[in-house]
């Protein structure tokens, strides 16, 4: 089970951090990512890590801006947002995926899902 917090409405420029509680173990060959759907938009990777922490990926709108992490003792993936702009607004979902993080986003492959998290950006 995967359960995200930390959404909120923020302004333009702001920060948040995100937080995923992992429930459970996941075999090492798994990756943490986190996805976003805006409204009228498809959902669409934002980033990925594997458990191992050898591999980061990051969609290229965010990149500079967000950062992934994970803290194995909480079993909690984070995302640290920066320099939020309105295109960053959407429902923020924790992903479990079973085949690591590929160089190209829209090869992430999602075993399962959190709830989401609304964020929402304000100019």
């Known amino acids: 089970q995967l359960v995200e917090s930390g959404g909120e409405s923020v302004q333009s420029g702001g920060s948040l951090r995100l937080s995923c509680v992992v429930s459970?173990?996941?075999?090492?060959?798994?990756?943490l990512g986190w996805f976003r759907q805006a409204p009228g938009k498809e959902r669409e990777g934002v980033s990925c890590?594997?458990?191992?922490?050898?591999?980061?990926r990051y969609t290229d709108s965010v990149k500079g801006r967000f950062t992934i992490s994970r803290d194995g003792a909480k079993n909690t993936v984070y995302l640290q947002m920066t320099s939020l702009k309105p295109d960053d607004r959407g429902i923020y979902y924790c992903?479990?995926?079973?085949?690591?993080?590929?160089?190209?986003?829209?090869?992430?492959?999602?075993?399962?899902w959190g709830q989401g998290t609304q964020v929402a950006v304000s100019t």
């Open positions: 992903a479990a995926l079973g085949a690591g993080c590929p160089r190209r986003v829209t090869s992430w492959r999602v075993n399962f």
């Open positions: 459970g173990s996941l075999p090492d060959w798994y990756a």
């Open positions: 890590m594997t458990l191992s922490g050898g591999s980061f």
